[in-house]
C-alpha cells in the first residue's frame, strides 16, 4: 500500500474499533446492570441492546445514498456526534427509556457504509481486499475487547460510566475523521463512482443480492452461535475470566492464515474461487461445532477454522460490493449492504434466543446455521467474476482539449474503458479501465495517470 491508503486503512479502522467496542460493550453487562433503571423489565432491557441495531438498519441506506452526492467525511464526522449525544442521554438517564433513547440516537449515527464507502475511494482496487480485512479483522477483535471491558468498566464506575465511556471513544472517533483520514484525491463531481443512478437498479440487481443476503447469513450465524459458544467453554471447564485467552489468538492466527488467500484473491484475480471456498469453510466450522463442542479442543478448532472463514469473508464481501456497484451507487450499494448486515445480528440474536427458551439444543440451532449457509453456498457458485478495474486520470492534450466532447465519445467507444467522465473546465477525463489491458496508451488524447 501507499503510505496515504495505508493511513486510510489505519484510520478509518479506528473509528470503526472505537465505535464497535462502544457497542460491543454493553452486551454483557446490560442483562445485569439495566436491571437497576426505573421501569426496568427483560423485555426493555432486550430493547435497549437491540434498538441501535434496528435504527442502524434504516438509516444505513439513506445515509450512505446522501454521501454520494456531497464528501463523505462530514457525513461520519456527523454521524460519530449523533452516536457521542447518544452516549451522553443514555449515561445520564436512570430510566430505562432514557436508556433506549440514547442507544436509538447512536444508532441513527449509521455510517459504517459512508466509511466503507470512503474506504474503498482512497484504496486502489488491487489493494481493496486487504484494506477490507483489516476493518473486518478490527471488528472481530473490537468484539473480544469489548468483551474484556465491558464487565471491568461497568463493575468500576456502573452502567453509567460505561456510557461515558463509549462517549470519549466515539470522540476519539471524530478525531481520527477531522485530522487522520486522507482526502479523497477525486473531487465528487468528478469521480465516476459519484454520479447518482436510481436506487432501483441495486434492488433489483442479483449480484448484489447474492452478497447481501451473504452478509445477512454471516451476521446472522454469529449472533446466534455467539449464545452458544460462552457457555460451552464453560461446560468444558474454562472460567469466563479466561475465554479471551481463546478468542485472542484464535482470532490472530485465523487472520494470519487467511493473508495468502486474499493476495490470490486479489494478484490471482480468484475472487470467485476464493469468495466459494470462504463460504465452504464456514459451512465445514459449523458443523464440526455443531457435533463436536465438549472438549476445550474441539471447541478451539472449530472457532479457529470458523474465524478463518470469518475473516476472510469479511475482507472479500464489501471489496466485491465495490466492483460489482453500477457507477454512481457505491454508497448507497454499502448502505443495503451494510442494512442486511445489521439485520443479521437482530434477527440472530432474536432466533437464537427464542430457540433456546424452547429448549432446542445448541447443536441444532448451530446446524441451522449451517444450512443457511449450505443455501447461501449454492447461491456464491452461480456469481460472476467481479470487474478488475483501476482507476486513471487521462490529462487532455493538443486537439483534444479543443475538442473534449470528441475525445470522450472516443474513449467511450473503446472497449477497454469501461467508464469515462469529463470534467472540461479541468481539461480532464476521468477513466476506469482494466490496467492489465490498457498496456498500449500511446492512442489515447492525452496523457494517462493511474491512480
Given at each position: 500500500m501507499?503510505?496515504?491508503?495505508?493511513?486510510?486503512?489505519?484510520?478509518?479502522?479506528?473509528?470503526?474499533?472505537?465505535?464497535?467496542?462502544?457497542?460491543?460493550?454493553?452486551?454483557?453487562?446490560?442483562?445485569?446492570?439495566?436491571?437497576?433503571?426505573?421501569?426496568?423489565?427483560?423485555?426493555?432491557?432486550?430493547?435497549?441492546?437491540?434498538v441501535?441495531?434496528?435504527?442502524?438498519?434504516?438509516?444505513?441506506?439513506?445515509?450512505?445514498?446522501?454521501?454520494?452526492?456531497?464528501?463523505?467525511?462530514?457525513?461520519?464526522?456527523?454521524?460519530?456526534?449523533?452516536?457521542?449525544?447518544?452516549?451522553?442521554?443514555?449515561?445520564?438517564?436512570?430510566?430505562?427509556?432514557?436508556?433506549?433513547?440514547?442507544?436509538?440516537?447512536?444508532?441513527?449515527?449509521?455510517?459504517?457504509?459512508?466509511?466503507?464507502?470512503?474506504?474503498?475511494?482512497?484504496?486502489?482496487?488491487?489493494?481493496?481486499?486487504?484494506?477490507?480485512?483489516?476493518?473486518?479483522?478490527?471488528?472481530?477483535?473490537?468484539?473480544?475487547?469489548?468483551?474484556?471491558?465491558?464487565?471491568?468498566?461497568?463493575?468500576?464506575?456502573?452502567?453509567?460510566?460505561?456510557?461515558?465511556?463509549?462517549?470519549?471513544?466515539?470522540?476519539?472517533?471524530?478525531?481520527?475523521?477531522?485530522?487522520?483520514?486522507?482526502?479523497?484525491?477525486?473531487?465528487?463531481?468528478?469521480?465516476?463512482s459519484?454520479?447518482?443512478?436510481?436506487?432501483?437498479?441495486?434492488?433489483?440487481?442479483?449480484?448484489?443480492?447474492?452478497?447481501?443476503?451473504?452478509?445477512?447469513?454471516?451476521?446472522?450465524?454469529?449472533?446466534?452461535?455467539?449464545?452458544?459458544?460462552?457457555?460451552w467453554?464453560v461446560?468444558?471447564?474454562?472460567?469466563?475470566?479466561?475465554?479471551?485467552?481463546?478468542?485472542?489468538?484464535?482470532?490472530?492466527?485465523?487472520?494470519?492464515?487467511?493473508?495468502?488467500?486474499?493476495?490470490?484473491?486479489?494478484?490471482?484475480?480468484?475472487?470467485?474461487?476464493?469468495?466459494?471456498?470462504?463460504?465452504?469453510?464456514?459451512?465445514?466450522?459449523?458443523?464440526?461445532?455443531?457435533?463436536?463442542?465438549?472438549?476445550?479442543?474441539?471447541?478451539?478448532?472449530?472457532?479457529?477454522?470458523?474465524?478463518?472463514?470469518?475473516?476472510?469473508?469479511?475482507?472479500?464481501?464489501?471489496?466485491?460490493?465495490?466492483?460489482?456497484?453500477?457507477?454512481g451507487?457505491?454508497?448507497?450499494?454499502?448502505?443495503?449492504?451494510?442494512?442486511?448486515q445489521f439485520?443479521?445480528?437482530?434477527?440472530?440474536?432474536?432466533?437464537?434466543?427464542?430457540?433456546?427458551?424452547?429448549?432446542v439444543?445448541?447443536?441444532?440451532?448451530?446446524?441451522?446455521?449451517?444450512?443457511?449457509?449450505?443455501?447461501?453456498?449454492?447461491l456464491?457458485?452461480?456469481?460472476?467474476?467481479?470487474?478488475?478495474?483501476?482507476?486513471?486520470?487521462?490529462?487532455?492534450?493538443?486537439?483534444?482539449?479543443?475538442?473534449?466532447?470528441?475525445?470522450?465519445?472516443?474513449?467511450?467507444?473503446?472497449?477497454?474503458?469501461?467508464?469515462?467522465?469529463?470534467?472540461?473546465?479541468?481539461?480532464?477525463?476521468?477513466?476506469?479501465?482494466d490496467?492489465?489491458?490498457?498496456?498500449?496508451?500511446?492512442?489515447?488524447?492525452?496523457?494517462?495517470?493511474?491512480?
Open positions: 501507499t503510505a496515504t491508503e495505508l493511513r486510510a486503512v489505519l484510520s478509518l479502522a479506528g473509528i470503526f474499533a472505537m465505535r464497535m467496542i462502544g457497542l460491543f460493550m454493553v452486551m454483557p453487562v446490560m442483562a445485569i446492570y439495566g436491571r437497576q433503571l426505573i421501569d426496568a423489565t427483560p423485555g426493555r432491557i432486550g430493547m435497549a441492546i437491540g441501535y441495531g434496528l435504527t442502524q438498519a434504516l438509516l444505513q441506506i439513506p445515509i450512505g445514498r446522501w454521501s454520494d452526492r456531497v464528501p463523505r467525511k462530514p457525513v461520519i464526522v456527523a454521524g460519530l456526534i449523533l452516536f457521542v449525544l447518544g452516549a451522553v442521554v443514555a449515561a445520564l438517564s436512570t430510566s430505562i427509556w432514557g436508556v433506549i433513547a440514547g442507544r436509538a440516537l447512536q444508532g441513527a449515527g449509521a455510517i459504517s457504509a459512508v466509511a466503507l464507502a470512503l474506504l474503498a475511494d482512497l484504496t486502489r482496487e488491487e489493494q481493496r481486499t486487504r484494506a477490507m480485512a483489516v476493518v473486518g479483522m478490527t471488528i472481530g477483535l473490537s468484539f473480544t475487547a469489548a468483551f474484556i471491558l465491558g464487565p471491568l468498566i461497568a463493575g468500576h464506575f456502573g452502567l453509567s460510566g460505561l456510557f461515558w465511556a463509549t462517549a470519549g471513544m466515539a470522540l476519539v472517533g471524530v478525531f481520527l475523521a477531522v485530522w487522520a483520514v486522507p482526502q479523497p484525491q477525486v473531487p465528487p463531481h468528478a469521480d465516476p459519484r454520479r447518482l443512478v436510481p436506487l432501483s437498479r441495486l434492488l433489483v440487481n442479483t449480484e448484489l443480492a447474492r452478497l447481501n443476503f451473504g452478509v445477512f447469513t454471516l451476521h446472522l450465524v454469529m449472533a446466534s452461535s455467539w449464545l452458544l459458544v460462552p457457555s467453554l461446560r468444558a471447564h474454562l472460567p469466563v475470566s479466561h475465554h479471551a485467552s481463546v478468542y485472542l489468538p484464535v482470532m490472530l492466527l485465523a487472520f494470519m492464515a487467511v493473508v495468502p488467500f486474499i493476495i490470490v484473491a486479489e494478484k490471482r484475480r480468484r475472487m470467485k474461487q476464493m469468495f466459494a471456498m470462504a463460504v465452504a469453510t464456514m459451512f465445514l466450522s459449523l458443523v464440526l461445532l455443531a457435533l463436536w463442542h465438549t472438549t476445550l479442543m474441539a471447541i478451539v478448532l472449530g472457532l479457529f477454522i470458523y474465524f478463518m472463514a470469518f475473516n476472510l469473508l469479511e475482507a472479500l464481501l464489501p471489496s466485491l460490493v465495490s466492483k460489482i456497484a453500477p457507477a451507487t457505491k454508497g448507497a450499494a454499502m448502505g443495503i449492504y451494510s442494512t442486511w439485520m443479521g445480528p437482530a434477527l440472530g440474536g432474536s432466533l437464537g434466543g427464542a430457540l433456546l427458551g424452547a429448549h439444543s445448541g447443536g441444532v440451532i448451530v446446524g441451522i446455521g449451517a444450512a443457511l449457509v449450505a443455501i447461501w453456498g449454492v456464491a457458485l452461480t456469481m460472476r467474476q467481479p470487474p478488475y478495474l483501476n482507476n486513471a486520470i487521462l490529462h487532455l492534450q493538443g486537439q483534444a482539449l479543443h475538442n473534449p466532447q470528441a475525445a470522450l465519445q472516443q474513449l467511450r467507444g473503446s472497449e477497454l474503458i469501461a467508464e469515462a467522465v469529463l470534467v472540461e473546465a479541468e481539461g480532464l477525463i476521468y477513466l476506469k479501465a490496467k492489465q489491458r490498457l498496456v498500449d496508451t500511446g492512442g489515447l488524447p492525452g496523457h494517462l495517470v493511474w491512480i
